[in-house]
């Protein structure tokens, strides 16, 4: 494996795995010293590419710059900078957009995008996408229930309130019903219409934001509202068959549960 690393402001390298090895040795790469082989989507410090064995080095401050670089043309100064993957120049965070584990500016955008309609852009292009697991999608669910509880708390009380005030013991039969009805109807409506407009618009529920997840199609673009209305109505069948739609995220491969399957979707760790 041929590795570059950052040596005084400017790329230096490639250097073999032996070559690399030495130079950990005797410290002209340090723990934040910015590296990059084959397969990386971005520059990294070298204590993100191997937190193990950086751990025994020393860290120094990271160059502001870089001169001519296989991945992008200079390196990120702060924290809130990022790389286009198109162009490879350095912008604000907030002045990007982020597809996957990828950044693209306001110029390059509709080039990408052409790209994504094309196939031109995979996965590994992007960057590896970081799949969530079962129980961190579990505990998203679990803050999203609480959101639930909290907005149907208001309508189901004062429909409660209205039926019961005044009613006779049989009345009150009826009243139970329409009850159940009401929470049913009520549920379903707020449960759909809460997870489309945050999927589609955010890709993300309060509860996948809280947990640093997001809902993205098979090549980590943004879901649309159709596919997010889809996706919301598809996670109710996997509620129905006694939550089985849910609990086959355990199992795949790309930790998928059945409504992502229906809606062709993918949950990913985006922090």
Not at 39 to 49: F, H, I, K
Not at 122 to 145: C, E, N, Q, S, V
Not at 149 to 174: C, D, E, H, N
Not at 229 to 234: I, K, Q
């Given at each position: 494996?041929?590795?570059y690393?950052v040596?005084?402001?400017?790329q230096a ?5 032996t ?19 084959e ?6 410090p ?6 193990g064995?950086?751990g025994?080095l020393?860290a ?6 870089i ?5 992008q043309t ?7 900078e ?14 990007t957009?982020q597809y ?6 306001a110029?390059?955008k509709?080039?990408?995008?052409q ?5 031109a852009v995979?996965?590994?292009y992007?960057?590896?996408m970081?799949?969530a697991?079962?129980?961190i999608r579990?505990?998203a669910?679990i ?5 639930m ?6 309508p ?5 309130w209205a ?7 049989g009345?009150?039969?009826g ?14 409506c707020v ?8 999927h ?13 997840l997001k809902v993205?199609?098979p090549?980590?673009?943004?879901i649309?509202?159709?596919?997010a209305?889809g ?9 129905f068959i ?11 491969s ?5 409504h992502d ?9 985006v922090r």
């Amino acid at each position: 494996m041929d590795w570059y690393y950052v040596e005084g402001g400017k790329q230096a390298g490639p250097v073999n795995d032996t070559e690399f090895e030495q130079l950990l040795a005797t410290g002209k790469v340090q723990a934040d010293t910015l590296v990059w082989h084959e397969g990386m989507a971005n520059w990294l410090p070298y204590r993100e590419v191997n937190p193990g064995r950086a751990g025994t080095l020393t860290a120094e401050p990271p160059p502001p710059a870089i001169g001519s670089l296989p991945a992008q043309t200079t390196a990120p100064t702060t924290g809130n900078e990022v790389v286009c993957v198109q162009c490879n120049r350095i912008f604000p965070r907030e002045e990007t957009i982020q597809y996957g584990g990828a950044y693209v500016c306001a110029t390059c955008k509709p080039t990408f995008v052409q790209k994504l309609k094309e196939g031109a852009v995979t996965p590994t292009y992007l960057g590896a996408m970081d799949y969530a697991g079962f129980w961190i999608r579990f505990g998203a669910k679990i803050i999203d229930g609480l959101v639930m509880t909290v907005v149907l708390a208001i309508p189901i009380g004062f429909f409660v309130w209205a039926s019961m005030k005044g009613a006779s013991a049989g009345r009150q039969a009826g009243a139970t019903l329409k009850f159940q009805l009401f929470v049913n109807a009520v549920y379903m409506c707020v449960v759909i219409g809460y997870t489309t407009l945050m999927h589609g618009k955010y890709g993300a529920t309060v509860g996948k934001m809280a947990c640093g997840l997001k809902v993205v199609q098979p090549d980590a673009a943004p879901i649309s509202y159709g596919r997010a209305f889809g996706r919301a109505w598809a996670e109710l069948l996997s509620g129905f068959i006694c939550y089985i739609g849910y609990i086959i995220a355990g199992f795949d491969s790309e930790k998928r549960s059945l409504h992502d399957h229906i809606a062709n979707t993918r949950v990913i760790r985006v922090r």
